[in-house]
């Protein structure tokens, strides 16, 4: 299994009077090569759920193993370790630097793996064009369009050749048309022996052929089917 979690909690500001409880008890396992869409309402915790998995933060107790890595209750420079060898992660909300090109956003992983510019340039080029956003490449991210920065948010994700991509909400900016073929190429990368976990609210995503599972997420609980309701 490339994620297994095993009762997982996660909360904020433990302690303080803002806490907030996003994930109980939370057992997931993932297969590699396999394609998982989250589902559940907005405040459900599949934002929460993604962090964990794409090792942005720990969970606050139980076990967290990422790609043979057991992650909960890491140091944080570990976490980052993992999380640039394992995950490209596309952001709910892009997290483009506004000022900085698509070329600079998207090389922007390679940095700190000391990956030579001319190799990042080449790597970013192959990416631009197949999301077919290679004519944006100098521009400063905060003049593209919203489906543009999905595509660059995407390439970004992808830089580092990741097995494993975690994608949250990759159509809510789109419209039908490009949703359809973002939502294609993210499955494609499955083709690619990668596994897949995304969240989305879009039919287009959970209904999509290659998608293998639904997990539904209901107040930060795995809701099953037969649960009833
Ligand atoms: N950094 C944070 N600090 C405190 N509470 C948070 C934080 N991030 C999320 N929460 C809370 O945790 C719960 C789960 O949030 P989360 O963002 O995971 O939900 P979501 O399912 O992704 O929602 P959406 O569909 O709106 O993106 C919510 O109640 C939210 O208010
Ligand atoms: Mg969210």
Request: aromatic share 4%; proline share 6%; with cysteine.
């Amino acid at each position: 299994m490339i994620i297994e979690l095993e009762s997982v909690n996660k909360i904020y500001n433990l302690g303080e009077p803002n806490e907030v409880a996003a994930l109980h008890d939370i057992d997931l396992t993932v297969a590699e090569g396999e394609m998982v869409c989250l589902r559940g309402p907005s405040g459900s915790g599949k934002t929460t759920l993604l962090s964990i998995i794409g090792c942005i933060f720990g969970p606050t107790s139980g076990r967290a193993t990422i790609g043979g890595k057991r992650i909960s209750r890491l140091p944080d420079h570990f976490l980052t370790r993992y999380r640039r060898e394992l995950i490209g992660f596309v952001f709910q909300h892009f997290n483009m630097l506004g000022h900085l090109t698509v070329l600079d956003n998207v090389t922007l992983p390679l940095l700190p793996l000391g990956v030579s510019p001319r190799e990042r340039e080449k790597r970013a080029d192959a990416l631009l064009s197949k999301l077919a956003i290679g004519h944006r490449k100098h521009f400063p991210a905060r003049q593209l369009s919203g489906g543009e920065l999905q595509r660059a948010a995407i390439a970004r994700a992808l830089i580092n050749n990741p097995p494993i991509v975690v994608a949250d909400e990759p159509t809510a900016h789109l419209d039908g048309q490009l949703a359809r073929e973002i939502v294609d190429l993210l499955a494609g990368l499955k083709g690619e022996g990668r596994t897949l976990i995304l969240s989305s609210h879009d039919p287009l995503v959970a209904g999509h052929p290659r998608v293998d599972r639904i997990v539904d997420l209901r107040d930060g609980r795995i809701r099953h089917a037969d649960a009833g309701g």
